[in-house]
């Protein structure tokens, strides 16, 4: 979780400086107003607006012979569903949109599907862990602050009245999804046949369930092309989180495990990603991305040795040294509970529940012994 850095310690933003300076950014990316940069031929990308930090989400248009695909949505704004019907109007008028590919259930990404899908008369294509995230998120949002959400947080570490706000902010989101009632489902390996290119769904794990991207191989003097969603960015790291669903996760196993078959596909490809600049040099992004997790581990290792014992939101405070505002802390302990379950998976971790705290404490194994 860095996409808030500006007030973080100057290592962190040389290291961020030297990272981007490491990749290939071969095109200067659109604005938010409903124009277009051909990135290859029948790949058309385009950015929608974003109101917060992370200001834009970037969207893709391919070319069939026949028609359009539309990859991911943005979210469920007026302003966005306005830069839509430009875009279809400056762009799309002479063949019909065919589909709706969503890589996962984000808001960003997924929030306008019910829309785009019913104002096109198209089907959703979608994975089955993301399909029903998207509506398992959606139909139970006003039951977020349940007694199980409640001792999620407080077991953490959090104060009863700290997760209450929490709980309130979450139910003020503004941008909750419409799904649709029906989808095409996607599974890895399968193909589709858009124009000139073959797209082979390509699924990740760790920042989502089930994340779809989109890979075709170098044709015709173009590079491969990765359409990646969130699954590596350029510029941030996606969140890799544990939440109260699913409390014992391990994502970042599985992210781990993603990276490593992004650095078997073609090193020359290029990244087209949900959010910064298209880009090339995948496979040095993808060691970036888990040496930043490596440190985040041994900054986890370090902070065990120290003291006997921690909670999880004393290890928050040793990677995230800012202030944090309440939604940007529930993301912070999301990810810490990732890293610390990531290290009593491999052994180095215990925690025991404190029965005087009502707080899960953590323990390095090497120091009990």
């Known amino acids: ?21 490491a990749l290939n950014y071969p095109f200067e990316p659109p604005l938010c107003d409903a124009n277009v940069v051909y990135v290859a031929k029948g790949v ?8 917060m930090g992370l200001d834009h989400i970037n969207v893709y248009i391919l070319e069939d012979f026949d028609g359009w695909y539309l990859i991911d949505t943005g979210l469920n704004t007026e302003g966005n569903k306005a830069l839509w019907l430009s875009l279809a109007a400056n762009y799309l008028s002479a063949k019909p949109v065919k589909g709706v590919i969503c890589t996962h259930f984000h808001y960003d990404h997924s929030g306008l599907t019910s829309w785009l899908t019913e104002y096109f008369n198209v089907p959703l294509y979608m994975t ?4 029903y995230m998207l509506r398992g998120v959606a139909a139970t949002h006003n039951a977020t602050g349940s007694k199980q959400d409640k001792l999620f947080y407080t077991h953490a570490g959090l104060s009863a009245e700290y997760a209450a706000k929490i709980f309130e902010a979450c139910k003020k989101d503004p941008y909750i999804t419409h799904y649709p009632p029906r989808f095409s489902r996607l599974r890895e390996g399968d193909t589709f046949r858009i124009g000139h290119r073959e797209w082979q769904i390509w699924i990740g794990e760790g920042h989502s369930p089930e994340h779809a991207c989109l890979y075709s191989e170098a044709i015709d003097e173009e590079p491969a092309l990765l359409i990646a969603g969130d699954q590596v960015l350029p510029e941030i790291s996606s969140n890799i989180l544990v939440s109260s669903i699913e409390p014992e996760a391990n ?8 990276l490593k078959r992004l650095k078997a596909l073609d090193s020359e490809t290029m990244v087209l990603p949900a959010h910064g600049p298209v880009f090339v040099n995948l496979h040095t992004r993808a060691e970036q991305l888990e040496q930043h997790h490596i440190n985040q581990l041994d900054t986890l290792r370090q902070l065990s040795m120290s003291q006997a014992s921690f909670s999880a939101l004393e290890a928050v405070e040793a990677l995230f040294k800012r202030p944090l505002q309440p939604i940007e802390k529930l993301m912070a302990l999301g990810e810490t509970l990732a890293h610390l379950n990531w290290l009593i998976n491999v052994e180095e971790l ?7 705290s009502n707080k899960y404490l953590y323990n390095n194994k090497l120091r009990i012994a």
Request: proline share 6%; charged share 25%.
């Open 44 to 51: 058309l990308w385009a950015r929608l607006s974003m109101p």
């Open 251 to 258: 994502p970042l196993a599985n992210w781990f495990r993603s």
């Open 350 to 356: 215990t925690k025991t529940l404190c029965n005087k």
């Open 128 to 131: 089955h862990g993301e399909y």
């Open 1 to 21: 979780m860095d996409e808030s850095n500006k007030q973080l310690p100057n290592d962190y933003q040389t290291q961020k400086l030297k990272d981007r300076q």
